[in-house]
Nanobody
Framework: QLQLVESGGGLVQPGGSLRLSCAGSGFTLAFYGIGWFRQAPGREREGVSCISSSGGSTNYADSVKGRFTISRDNAKNTVYLQMNRLKPEDTAVYYC??????????????????WGQGTQVTVSS
């Protein structure tokens, strides 16, 4: 079964950092663009960042630009989301999914496949 598996979430204080990982289960991530989304209680799922299959193109939501960095290690079949200077409003369940990454385009969840189960990120003092 083709699936993505997220990990790395947790509780962190405002201003802190976390690194999320998205690993491929049953398929080779190198062939896919990967996106990170998040969903807070009572809110719609929103795109955070994406990266092309080669890693040459990336896209970020305005709310995370300059704080989050997406990267990938195709040899490890893993995509990462480094999150720095975290804010309470970053609190959400974070998901990864597969689709081509188009720079500056709005990331629509309906365009993505192979969703993982999500990992909780809580930013609180």
């Amino acid at each position: 079964q083709l699936q993505l598996v997220e990990s790395g979430g947790g509780l962190v204080q405002p201003g802190g950092s976390l690194r999320l990982s998205c690993a491929g289960s049953g398929f080779t991530l190198a062939f896919y663009g990967i996106g990170w989304f998040r969903q807070a209680p009572g809110r719609e799922r929103e795109g955070v960042s994406c990266i092309s299959s080669s890693g040459g193109s990336t896209n970020y939501a305005d709310s995370v630009k300059g704080r989050f960095t997406i990267s990938r290690d195709n040899a490890k079949n893993t995509v990462y989301l480094q999150m720095n200077r975290l804010k309470p409003e970053d609190t959400a369940v974070y998901y990864c999914a597969a689709a081509p990454c188009v720079p500056s385009a709005v990331m629509r969840p309906s365009n993505y496949d192979y969703w993982g189960q999500g990992t909780q990120v809580t930013v609180s003092s």
